[in-house]
């Protein structure tokens, strides 16, 4: 076990605040490439490879990472919308698929996820009230009482029932089936919500109403939340944690005030120089970070980052780094970092000062 996960569960705290929502230990998915005149198997995609973090009662985990880290694959794989091909995923103190666990029907009662595409994520032929109520009504909920708490997560959601419950999903804008999409989810009572770039297709101000909309309903829910997301700025105001991946692993992950101000990794660090900068006096000199990402098809030996770090040594190639506390005696121990040299010492900034006429 990694130790992001050395966590103290002692089992008379089995469902109590010291135990963690979710403990995710050594997840994994690869999937197979095809090809030729017999559809054999030629090579398989390293999606998820030895995944591990917790996700405690009550707060939100950030995760972050370029496009094609893993982050929607692990999200599906908790959700058993995807098999994975090894790993546990333990909710609340029970073993999910395990006979003497929950099953996957009971952990889905209790987690829920909202999708990145509002549009695809609602049947066309479903009314807003119809689609929220279906979920209930297929747990054995009577329609009467599963319309009525329809209406009722409409208007929590900020819609007007009498407005919006007979309408259809393209009927509606982008923010509005986001928000139709979030009651859904709700529907079932659910403990963690699993939001998969829940606002990444939005307008910047409809983006902010709807991550206010996400706040207010955790506090009055008493909701944990998985937070999925590309946008640094988005992640940093959402979440009391982050866990940063990189081509299916996990490279970093702590607070996220620990994460953003010191950040130890080699690629957050890049990833964060990468934020477009709200000064006009500073100016991008310099590309944070050089080269194409592997393929994950054929990734690299040892870190999976150093073909593409400013620090890699012999030992990079040799072996996979641990998720450890990169410091003996760290007063944050909760911040570990996958990487043989964390206390690299930073490059200089990529950015220049700029002077007005």
Do not use: W
């Not at 259809?168 to 998969?196: K, M, W």
């Amino acid at each position: 076990m990694s130790a992001a996960l050395q966590i103290p569960l002692d089992p008379r705290d089995r469902g109590g605040p010291a135990q963690p929502l979710l403990l995710v230990e050594n997840l994994r998915k690869h999937f197979p490439v095809r090809g030729g005149i017999l559809n054999r198997q030629t090579a398989t995609v390293q999606a998820v490879d030895d995944v591990s973090f917790s996700v405690r009662k009550g707060e939100t985990l950030g995760i972050v990472g370029e496009s094609g880290c893993g982050k929607s694959t692990t999200a599906r794989l908790l959700m058993r919308l995807i098999e994975p091909d090894a790993g546990d995923v333990i909710f609340d103190g029970d073993a999910v698929g395990d006979r003497r666990g929950i099953s996957v029907n009971d952990m889905r009662r209790q987690m829920q996820m909202v999708f990145q595409d509002s549009y695809t994520s609602l049947n066309p032929r479903m009314t807003m009230v119809e689609s929220i109520a279906y979920a209930p009504r297929m747990h054995g909920t009577p329609r009467r009482e599963a319309i009525d708490r329809a209406e009722m997560l409409l208007h929590r959601v900020g819609l007007n029932p009498r407005q919006y419950a007979r309408r259809y999903p393209h009927e509606l804008s982008g923010g509005q089936r986001q928000r139709v999409n979030i009651a859904r989810a709700l529907a079932l009572e659910p403990r963690l919500v699993i939001l998969d770039e829940a606002v990444a297709a939005l307008d910047k101000s409809v983006e902010a109403q709807v991550l206010n909309l996400l706040g207010e309903l955790k506090e009055s829910l008493n909701l944990t939340y998985l937070f999925i997301s590309h946008d640094l700025n988005v992640v940093e105001y959402m979440s009391d944690r982050v866990m940063v991946m990189y081509l299916g692993r996990v490279v970093e992950a702590g607070p996220v005030e620990s994460i953003y101000r010191h950040p130890r990794h080699p690629y957050t660090r890049a990833l964060f120089a990468s934020k477009p900068t709200l000064d006009p006096d500073r100016r991008t000199t310099e590309m944070p970070l050089t080269g194409d990402p592997p393929n994950p098809i054929n990734p690299p030996s040892g870190c999976r980052f150093r073909t593409r770090c400013a620090f890699a040594q012999p030992r990079c190639a040799e072996r996979v780094p641990e998720l450890l506390a990169p410091v003996a005696g760290d007063a944050d121990a909760s911040h570990v970092v996958a990487c043989h040299v964390p206390e690299a010492q930073t490059p200089k900034h990529h950015t220049t000062e700029v002077g007005h006429a």
